[in-house]
């Protein structure tokens, strides 16, 4: 099945993210409402979202051109500085576009 982007179709496939995503956000809110929130259950809360950032950022690490690395050392960095995510963000998104202007 293939859906036309010109046009509508463009809206169409917006549409049908937006359910997906939704569908699922809520799934799992429904679902965790049957889940007791005991310590396991906290802990595994809490190591989830460092494992996914992880499975994000190894592959541009891997992967990706000097710049990227260059963002990744840079927020890395800035972040065991400063201690808070938005101006290591910033930092490392301003080091990969400066570098990959040059």
Do not use: C, H, N
Request: a positive charge; proline letters at 4%.
């Amino acid at each position: 099945m293939s859906i036309e982007t010109a046009g509508f179709g463009t809206l169409i496939v917006v549409l049908i993210m937006a359910t997906v995503t939704l569908a699922t956000r809520w799934g799992g809110v429904f679902v965790m409402s049957f889940v007791p929130i005991g310590y396991r259950v906290q802990q595994f809360i809490s190591a989830m979202s460092g494992s996914v950032l992880v499975a994000l950022l190894t592959p541009l690490a891997i992967d990706g051109d000097t710049s990227a690395r260059l963002a990744l050392l840079t927020t890395a960095i800035i972040m065991l500085l400063v201690k808070k995510p938005l101006p290591a963000i910033a930092a490392g998104v301003l080091v990969a576009a400066l570098f990959r202007q040059l």
